[in-house]
Structures are given as C-alpha cells and as structure tokens.
C-alpha cells in the first residue's frame, strides 16, 4: 500500500448533484462554471478531519455522469479544464487528496465515438471498441449494454485500443493532478484487462491509490487477479446496518471475522454510505445509532470514507427505478453556514471519531477480536501487532455493565469507567457507546 493512502480518509461527493447541475447535459447552454460551488466547501472537510475528496463522475456525460460521452473533458455544467485546475490546486493548498471516478466498463450511447461505430457500419475502425451484432438489414445493431441499461454500451475489452484508450485517459488526469481513480463497475469488466491496464498506469503513477467497485463474491481474489488496491467493502456495510436493526451483532461478528481475513491481504475501501445507497440515517430504524455505526467504520481496518451529508445526518431513500437516485444526491447549499442547525451534533461526532482514528492510524489494518457478545450488547478489540482499542456498543433499552482485562480509559463515548485490580469495569448507559485504550 502506498504511505499517503494509510491516513486517508475520503469525503465522497457526487459533484453533478452538490452544484444542483441539470439532470441532462443537453438543458445546459453552454459551460458553466460550478466547480467553484465545491471550492467552497474544502474548509468545511478540512474541519472535518477528512483528508480527501473522492469525486464521482466529473466528465462529459448525458445524465448522469456515469453515462460518459468524453473522458477527456470536463462535463460543462461542472465548468473546464480551467475550473479543475483551480480545485485541484485549492486542494492541494489545504493539503486535500483527489480520487476521481473512472467509469470504463461502458460509455454512454451518445457517446461520438459510439455513434461513429455506429454510422461507420462493421468495418468503421471504432466499431470494434464495443460488442455490436450487425443485421443483414443494415439497420442499426444490437449491442451490449452494462446491466441491461440502453444508454450504457459495453466496451469491448478485448480490443487493445480500448487498452490504449484507458491507460492514456487515466495517465492524463493523474498527470493533471489526481492522486488515484475509482473504478466504476469494475465487477463488470474481464480481470485480465485491469492486469493489462493497471501496470501501464503505475509505470507512471507508481503512488496513484486505484480501488475498484466491486458489489459480491471474493474481494481478495478479485485484488490479486486485477492489481487493484482495494475493493469497496459491501459485505461490511450490509452487516453494519443490519446488524444494528435487527439488534443481531452476531452477524456483524461474521462480517467482521471475514474482513479480517481480507485484512491479511489488502486493505478495503470502508463506508456506511455512498452515492448508490439509501443513506445511513435513513437505513437505520433507530437514529441513535447513528453514532453505533460510525464507532464501527471508524475502529475497524481499512479506507473510510464519508459520503458528503452523512456527516450532516442527511436523510435520503434510494429507490430502484428511473431517477431514484435524486434523494440521496442532492443540491448543497451555497456554503456550509446554510446547512440546517440540527446536523451539526453529528458533524461534531463525526470530527471526533475521524480524530480518534487520526491519532491511531495503525487502525488503517487493525483486526478485530470478539471479546464478549450478545445480540443487543458487544465488547471487541481493535488490534494491530503491539497497539490495541476495545470498543463497547449497547442498543438495549438497560444498561450494561462489561468488564475488559485491561487497565484502560474512556478515550470517547458515555459511560462510567472504573480501574479495579489490572482490570476495567464499564457500564454502559441504554443505546451508549463506548472506546477505550
């Protein structure tokens, strides 16, 4: 793993929705310069704790963003080049890491180089770029889409020009100042291109932090057969908020007995929210867990990262339908002094726990061992060879009292501690928490 990456943690953005962009590239006249719209905010991460920003998709696009039509231009209503360079060197003054979401399993049917594939007919030079099937008719072909969506066509990875084509888009924004990418679907595309394209990257980029999205199956063969950092850690997110709903924290021991294998191998992109799901506050059935939530992703291995407002206890349902994404990827406003007055208690959880983490980075590979478990009640461990934390969660109505082996403190959380013996005695208040070291 490269040094930077071991004290990141991300504040993910999907920037077409923070500016409050049209929903289609085509109502847009023109450029229009927003991305000074999240200029504005990077103090606001700054105070957060955070030390990057992941940005989703910023490149030309019909919709929304993840139908590209140009990765290699800035989608104008996000601004041009020259507004991505003003952030990005706004960032860097502030000391501030940019990923940047790179969608290469597929290209958006408006895409020209597409629609020149198309025009071209089966001997166009673009043609194979995707995975057409051409009629005796003449007539427009059939083609591969990503997930059965028309608007995204799958490019074919067997062709070495889409090779070339990725490796130069990748180089090109890493030269311009990007610190690694995102990879979009990358479940989707053949592990064999990745193990081609991702050297070629690194040959220039050697420091460049690239993790790919990937949903089900087995992340840690996923890792070794791509070359990628990390994977997105689904499993871990699903078993965070499950587990606290359905007061069961036996399944989120499971979880993490398997995310302490994948630690052995590689160390995952960890999160309790995202631009493709129903936010945190809103998952949970009890918002007092919230805080339960955030002590998990906050104590465990791994990447975190803070998907923007969650941090806020934004609210927001995913729905699964066309444009069912709109709640969960809103308009901020204007500057962080406009955000309603009843998040910012959760904003300053959130500042706490980042610090708490910052101050221990060797959690970026901490395991996790069981110490006392009960469906409403846990006490684990956080450890990583000679540097250890206990975390305490309650999400029963009654008090709990638990007693560590150790002789620790209260670094954050409620609860009454007392030293008796080499030993700790906790107890913990209804729906409390606790860190101890």
């Known amino acids: 793993m490269n040094n930077w990456i071991e004290h990141a943690i991300w504040w993910h953005v999907y920037p077409l ?3 409050g962009a049209e929903r289609e590239a085509g109502a847009c006249v023109g450029v229009v310069h927003r991305l000074d719209h999240l200029v504005r905010w990077l103090d606001y991460v700054v105070e957060l704790g955070a030390s990057g920003i992941l ?3 910023i490149f030309a696009s019909s919709t929304h963003g993840y139908d590209t039509t140009d990765h290699f231009r800035i989608d104008g209503r996000l601004g041009d080049d020259a507004d991505f360079d003003a952030f990005v060197e706004a960032a860097r ?7 940047l979401d790179g969608v290469f399993n597929h290209m958006g049917r408006q895409s020209p180089r597409f629609q020149r594939a198309v025009a071209g007919g089966p001997q166009s030079p673009e043609a194979s770029w995707f ?8 007539k427009e072909p059939d083609c591969a889409t990503f997930e059965g969506h028309h608007q995204l066509v799958t490019l074919n990875h067997d062709e070495p020009a889409v090779d070339d084509y990725v490796i130069r888009v990748m180089n090109h924004w890493l ?3 990007a610190d690694g990418w995102r990879l979009d679907a990358a479940y989707a595309v053949p592990r064999q291109f990745w193990n081609r394209v991702l050297p070629a990257v690194r040959t220039r980029h050697a420091d460049a932090y690239i993790f790919g999205e990937v949903i089900h199956g087995d992340y840690a063969s996923f890792v070794d057969a791509t070359g990628v950092d990390a994977v997105t850690q689904y499993e871990l997110w699903k078993a965070i908020w499950s587990a606290l709903n359905d ?8 979880a993490l007995a398997r995310h302490n294998a994948m630690i052995g191998r590689f160390v995952p992109q960890t999160f309790i929210g995202n631009h493709d799901v129903t936010r945190i506050a809103s998952q949970l059935l009890d918002e007092r867990h919230i805080a339960h939530a955030l002590v998990i992703l906050m104590t465990c291995g791994g990447t975190p990262s803070i998907y923007a407002g969650d941090e806020q206890a934004f609210r927001g349902i995913k729905e699964h339908r066309a444009g069912g994404d709109g709640a969960i990827r809103p308009a901020f406003p204007a500057a962080p002094a406009e955000l309603a007055p009843f998040g910012w208690p959760t904003y300053r959880l959130h500042q706490e726990l980042i610090g708490l983490r910052r101050r221990h980075p060797w959690l970026v590979r901490a395991k996790t061992r069981m110490v006392e478990i009960r ?8 450890f990583d060879e000679g540097n250890r934390l206990w975390v305490a969660l309650n999400l029963a109505d009654a008090v709990v009292g638990r007693t560590i082996d150790s002789g620790v403190d209260r670094l954050a959380g409620s609860g009454a501690v007392r030293r008796a013996g080499g030993r700790t005695e906790l107890t913990l208040p209804p729906h409390g ?3 101890l070291g």
């Open 375 to 382: 469906n409403t009640d846990l006490v684990f461990e956080a």
């Open 247 to 254: 007061r069961n924290f036996h399944e989120l021991a499971w």
């Open 433 to 435: 928490w606790a860190i």
């Open 131 to 138: 995975r057409l099937t051409w009629p005796a008719d003449g």
């Open 17 to 19: 929705g923070f500016v």
């Open 55 to 57: 940005l989703g998709p």
């Open 93 to 99: 003054r502030r000391g501030l890491r940019i990923i």
């Open 175 to 177: 030269d311009r100042g």
